[in-house]
Nanobody
Framework: QVHLVESGGGLVQAGGSLRLSCAASGRTVSLYFMGWFRQAPGKEREFVAGISRNSNRKYETDPVKGRFTISRDNAKNTVYLQMNTLKPEDTAIYYC??????????????WGQGTQVTVSS
């Protein structure tokens, strides 16, 4: 069992920055690929960024490329999402998720409860 807790969300003006954290506890030896997702009101949840276990592979969705950076610290069992140049359309609840069976996107077995990010214009 893995428990994920996101933090770092909040209200920020357009052009500002936030850094989200996702701390894992429990069976952390099983952590493989980890990802960040977001869900805006009235929209489906979408993939934002993902990172492999040893950080050698990273993926970002096109709308956030060049603005968001994903990283992880395995010693702290934590994955981060640095978000710069935020836009109102980035407003959403942000979730982290992890796979415990594969080191590629998909097959996410555990999810956090989410953290709200609101970007004002």
């Amino acid at each position: 069992q893995v428990h994920l807790v996101e933090s770092g969300g909040g209200l920020v003006q357009a052009g500002g920055s936030l850094r989200l954290s996702c701390a894992a506890s429990g069976r952390t030896v099983s952590l493989y690929f980890m990802g960040w997702f977001r869900q805006a009101p009235g929209k489906e949840r979408e993939f934002v960024a993902g990172i492999s276990r040893n950080s050698n592979r990273k993926y970002e969705t096109d709308p956030v490329k060049g603005r968001f950076t994903i990283s992880r610290d395995n010693a702290k069992n934590t994955v981060y999402l640095q978000m710069n140049t935020l836009k109102p359309e980035d407003t959403a609840i942000y979730y982290c998720a992890t796979s415990v069976t594969r080191d590629f996107p998909g097959s996410y077995a555990y999810w956090g409860q989410g953290t709200q990010v609101t970007v004002s214009s």
